[in-house]
């Protein structure tokens, strides 16, 4: 659709509104790349991926006992390698 201006004035207005428009959209996309960017940073990785480990393990009480039982086999055995 065409729109029909009158004076030079309203197209300026119709510019300046299509500036600020695109100026908005920009900033919009470059906080969400920024928070993609920042989401799938290494540090955010880890911290998703212990913490939903740590809610399965949670939740889990047979690999809970699991782990346990392995955690204190491994510091016996380090206790008495020590000791020789």
């Known amino acids: 659709m065409k729109t029909k201006y009158s004076s030079y004035q309203e197209i ?3 510019l300046e ?7 908005l ?6 906080r ?3 928070g993609i960017k920042n989401a799938l940073s290494p540090a ?11 809610s399965s393990i949670g939740k889990s009480t047979g690999l809970k006992t699991m782990l346990i039982s392995a955690a204190i086999k491994f510091l016996i055995n380090r206790f008495i390698k020590k000791r020789r």
């Open 17 to 23: 509104i299509l500036r600020v428009e695109r100026e």
């Open 12 to 14: 300026d207005r119709e």
């Open 44 to 54: 955010n990785l880890l911290k998703s991926g212990f913490s939903s480990f740590g």
């Open 32 to 34: 969400s790349t920024q």
């Open 25 to 30: 959209h920009l900033q919009r996309f470059l």
